[in-house]
């Protein structure tokens, strides 16, 4: 019955899909001048995708409410996770792949040698088997062409499916994913509230900032980056560790995307409308949106790293993963700084900005590598006695096969986790790096410590792995 329900949801939503596609064509042909790229044009196309996801989101919404507690449930959300995943991960390569090409752009520009005076200066470019010439305007041409390119959805679209994934991975379910009890015990509502709140709190915070006198000197940087270690801080203070990282990223995705939204695009409306009515032009407009769009420059590698860091638990399962998360940060920024400083040929006067970077990141391989002897050194006695492979089978089928296991009882995992299974000894032997990993060195499994391992336990796999991991 269920399937048949759910199968009639997606349907429908596939028909609502085709009615706005069908719309949109016809809005699209009306259209006097026919094309759809100019600015005003696009504000109804715009209504129109977002109506298409609301419908998309009504109807996914509806047929997950109708399949709880069936199998289906977790089936949907795998398959969202799949979708929006792939969503945005596409957007955010547009996105940040328009950002770097600019950059390199404002970077690269010939200011010097045959540039017109109402030039900023100009670059020659071979790509895809073609040669490209472009021209940077000192401030705006004399008139606005029709077909001018904006590239602002790929932000939107990369901040909505991020925010939608978000939920879908985290929000969802918030007691196992987002809330570790170790760390906080809160409601999922709370948890929930506190995420989606520190979002619009770091927005302020940052916006302020960036409207005082400070955003032109390098101290910004600086009070930057300290904020910014505040909020991995307060994260690892409130959320499982691992939600704590990917808050931190979403946070700085999310100012990214204020940037675009409540600076950088006004901005260009406005030096269009200005450019158009001929009325003098703000040149501190543009100088702002340059701003803006340089320090979402240096917010991508620090993002990025985010994005595949859920990956990596020696990162987030790091006794201080915000002070982990914080070097990271500075050390990727670094990074991109130096780039940059590459592109505009300044590297010769810093040429101490990679190595330094380097020398950081390299410090949290260092810092973040296991002890010698994990089994003892990680908090229990030394391995006294030979530990058989019976004992440490008990612990996992105690501890593990709720959730790793061709069957698995957990409320939330209804397959088993990354194809992960412990159904016998020799599936342990197997996967004993990983579980020495997660279990020993990081402790970031079992999830949130759902089943309450004890450190004896801990300890005792520990001392099995470094013995041999033998299968006796
Ligand atoms: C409440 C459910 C749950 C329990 C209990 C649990 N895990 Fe996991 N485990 C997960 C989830 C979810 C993932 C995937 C996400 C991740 O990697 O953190 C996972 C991933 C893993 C991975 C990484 C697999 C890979 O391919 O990267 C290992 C190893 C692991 N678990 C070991 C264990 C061991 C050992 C135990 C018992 C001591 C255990 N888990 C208990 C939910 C659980």
Redesign the pocket.
């Known amino acids: 019955m269920i399937q048949y329900v759910t199968l009639f949801a997606l349907l429908l939503t596939f028909l609502l899909l085709l009615g706005v596609i069908f719309a949109l064509q016809r809005v699209a042909k009306t259209r006097p001048d026919g094309g759809v790229v100019g600015e005003n044009g696009s504000t109804l196309a715009g209504y129109s995708y977002l109506l298409m996801l609301l419908a998309v989101l009504a109807a996914v919404g509806t047929a997950w409410v109708l399949a709880r507690d069936t199998p289906w449930a977790g089936h949907i959300l795998e398959w969202l996770n799949i979708v929006v995943r792939l969503m945005h991960i596409t957007f955010g390569i547009a996105w940040i792949g328009a950002s770097f090409y600019f950059v390199f752009l404002e970077n690269a520009l010939n200011r010097t040698e045959n540039v017109r005076d109402e030039l900023a200066g100009n670059l020659w470019a071979v790509h895809g088997g073609g040669f490209y010439y472009l021209e940077k305007y000192k401030s705006a041409p004399k008139v606005i062409p029709k077909n001018l390119h904006w590239f602002k959805y790929e932000a939107y679209f990369t901040w909505l499916s991020g925010f939608s994934l978000l939920f879908v991975v985290y929000y969802f379910n918030a007691s196992?994913m987002l809330i570790d009890p170790r760390v906080l015990d809160i409601s999922p509502l709370a948890g929930v509230g506190l995420g989606v709140g520190s979002f619009v709190v770091a927005w302020l915070i940052y916006d302020g900032l960036s409207r005082t006198a400070l955003v032109r000197s390098k101290w910004f940087m600086v009070v930057g980056f300290i904020v910014a270690t505040a909020f991995a801080f307060f994260y690892a203070q409130v959320f499982s560790a691992?939600a704590a990282y990917l808050h931190f990223g979403a946070m700085l995705g999310t100012l990214m995307v204020g940037n675009v939204y409540f600076t950088i695009i006004p901005a260009q409306k406005a030096m269009v409308k200005a450019a158009t009515e001929g009325t003098p032009l703000d040149p501190q407009l543009g100088k702002n949106a340059l701003a803006r769009s340089l320090h979402n420059n240096y917010f991508t590698l620090p993002v990025l790293f985010v994005m595949v860091s859920?990956?990596f638990?020696s990162t987030f399962g790091h006794a201080y993963p915000w002070a982990i998360l914080a070097a990271i940060t500075l050390g990727t920024a670094g990074v991109k700084h130096w780039l940059n400083l590459r592109e505009k040929h300044q590297t010769d006067s810093a040429v101490w900005v990679l190595p330094a970077a380097v020398a950081l990141l390299l410090a949290v391989v260092f810092v973040t590598a296991p002890p010698a002897q994990s089994g003892s050194a990680a908090g229990g006695s030394a391995c006294t006695q030979q530990v058989s492979i019976s004992q440490v089978n008990m612990?996992?089928q105690k501890?593990?096969i709720?959730?790793?296991s061709k069957n698995p009882t957990?409320d939330?995992?209804k397959s088993p986790?990354?194809?992960?299974v412990?159904d016998t000894p020799e599936d342990i032997i197997r996967?004993k790096d990983?579980?020495m990993?997660?279990?020993v060195v990081t402790k970031?499994?079992?999830?949130?410590n759902?089943?309450q391992?004890t450190q004896e336990e801990r300890d005792l796999i520990g001392c099995w792995i470094n013995q041999g991991a033998l299968n006796k």
């Not at 986790?417 to 992960?420: C, D, M, Q």
């Open positions: 196992s691992r859920n990956h638990p612990i996992v501890r593990c709720q959730c790793h957990d939330v995992f986790p990354n194809g992960v412990y996967l990983k579980i990993q997660r279990v970031t499994m079992p999830q949130n759902k089943t391992i």
